[in-house]
C-alpha cells in the first residue's frame, strides 16, 4: 500500500500511517502526521519515527496509563502512536526551537489529542522545567543519536530522569550512519546498560511500515536503555 498524504495547507500536508496487527487483521491504528514542506530537520517523519512508532504499536498493551516522554520529538509521530494506545504522553523538543513545538502541537490537534502536554526541553540542560517532571516510565527518542556532539548530553537527560524513577526504560532508534560512532564508552560513564532489539521481533524488518515508504533502506536499529543495577 502507498503512503497517504492529505490536502495540503499552506507549506503543511498530512501525512498518514495506519499500523496493522499481522495476527489480528481487524486490528489497527491510522495517525495523522502534519509535515512541514521545509528543509529544517525535525519537520517531517524520519525513517527512525516509523521503526520506532512500530515498536509502540506492537507492544501498545504495555502502555496504557504510563507515563511517556518523547525528546526531540519534530512531528511527533512515535508520541502521538503512545497517546492513541493509552499513554499519558508528554511531547518535548528544544526549548530554542518553537517551531518544532509548534509542530508538536500541530500532531496532538491533527490526532485529536487533548491531553498530551508539549514542553520546551533541551538535552543536556538540567532545567526547572525538567526537575520538575512527573515520573516518567518511559522515555522515546527517535534519531537523538543523529550527532555525535550531542550524544552525551541526551543521555544526561535520561539519567536525570531515572532520579525519579530508576526504573525508567529509553525507548530509541537509531539510523546507522557511521560505524566510526558509538555510545558505548558514554554508557560505561553514565551506568546504562544497552539491548539492541532485533527488527524482526517487532515486524519491522520491512522497508514499507505502516503504509508508507519508510524506512526504506536504511539501516535502523532498535535499542533499550537502562540503568545498570548494582551487581553488574
Known amino acids: 500500500m502507498m503512503e497517504q498524504r492529505g490536502a495540503e495547507t499552506g507549506s503543511t500536508a498530512c501525512r498518514v500511517f495506519t499500523f496493522k496487527d499481522a495476527k489480528s487483521p481487524q486490528e489497527s491504528l491510522s495517525v495523522c502526521i502534519p509535515e512541514v514542506l521545509d528543509p529544517q530537520y525535525g519537520m517531517y517523519v524520519w525513517p527512525c519515527a516509523v521503526v520506532l512508532a512500530q515498536y509502540l504499536w506492537f507492544y501498545r498493551d504495555q502502555l496504557r496509563g504510563r507515563a511517556v516522554l518523547e525528546l526531540g520529538a519534530g512531528v511527533s509521530l512515535p508520541g502521538v502512536v503512545a497517546a492513541r494506545c493509552g499513554a499519558e504522553v508528554i511531547l518535548s523538543d528544544g526549548s530554542d526551537k518553537p517551531m518544532c513545538l509548534e509542530n508538536c502541537r500541530r500532531s496532538c490537534e491533527a490526532n485529536g489529542l487533548q491531553?498530551?502536554?508539549?514542553?520546551?526541553?533541551?538535552?543536556?540542560?538540567?532545567?526547572?522545567?525538567?526537575?520538575?517532571?512527573?515520573?516518567?516510565?518511559?522515555?522515546?527518542?527517535?534519531?537523538?543519536?543523529?550527532?555525535?556532539?550531542?550524544?552525551?548530553?541526551?543521555l544526561v537527560t535520561f539519567v536525570c530522569l531515572l532520579r525519579k524513577n530508576p526504573k525508567a526504560q529509553f525507548w530509541t532508534t537509531y539510523q546507522v550512519r557511521s560505524s566510526d560512532w558509538s555510545i558505548e564508552a558514554l554508557l560505561h560513564r553514565w551506568k546504562l546498560d544497552c539491548v539492541t532489539v532485533p527488527l524482526a521481533d517487532f515486524d519491522a524488518d520491512q522497508p514499507e511500515l505502516a503504509g508508507s515508504t519508510l524506512p526504506g533502506n536504511h539501516s535502523i536499529q532498535m535499542m533499550i536503555l537502562t540503568r545498570r543495577t548494582e551487581a553488574e
Open 115 to 154: 491531553d498530551v502536554t508539549v514542553l520546551g526541553l533541551s538535552w543536556g540542560d538540567v532545567s526547572p522545567d525538567l526537575l520538575l517532571l512527573p515520573k516518567q516510565d518511559i522515555v522515546l527518542g527517535s534519531d537523538v543519536f543523529y550527532d555525535p556532539e550531542d550524544f552525551e548530553d541526551v
